[in-house]
């Protein structure tokens, strides 16, 4: 079923618009990804929150490996048309995929950023093959 209702989104050049996800019961950002047409309608489908990898190039359902899905509650945009709002249930807890809660970790002091949240599961032990930097 086609979702005109994505019409009205102003889509940047490349075919995305920013989405933020924000946990439903404490109103805390736990991150900001990227959604193209078809990630915007299967997480209106399928009620998981689906993105686009700009880096992959790629569509992929949050929490595919890790098993920590986003339940989407709510889908709001903003009054431009130009960024996504999912207001979401963090299924494990872990929405960064450095193993922390969300993926704004690091706080500005003193002109350098301080990492001032815990890693609460390893990323080795939820993701295979990885040899990313997780600091």
Not at 16 to 29: C, F, S, Y
Not at 70 to 80: R, T
Not at 86 to 114: D, M, P, V
Request: with cysteine; glycine share 6%; proline share 3%.
């Amino acid at each position: 079923m086609p979702y005109f209702c994505l019409n009205n989104i102003n889509w940047n050049d490349e075919g995305l618009i920013p989405v933020i996800a924000q946990e439903i019961d404490t109103g805390k950002v736990l991150m900001l990804a990227w959604m193209n047409w078809e990630a915007l309608e299967m997480t209106i489908e399928s009620g998981h929150a689906v993105y686009w990898s700009r880096s992959r190039k790629c569509l992929w359902q949050k929490g595919e490996q890790s098993g920590h899905i986003q339940i989407v509650k709510a889908i709001y945009l903003d009054c431009d048309n130009d960024a996504v709002l999912l207001q979401i249930e963090q299924i494990g807890g872990i929405a960064c995929h450095t193993g922390r809660r969300h993926c704004f970790f690091k706080r500005l002091e003193e002109k350098n950023w301080i990492i001032v949240e815990p890693i609460l599961k390893h990323p080795q032990s939820i993701y295979k093959n990885t040899d990313e930097q997780y600091s």
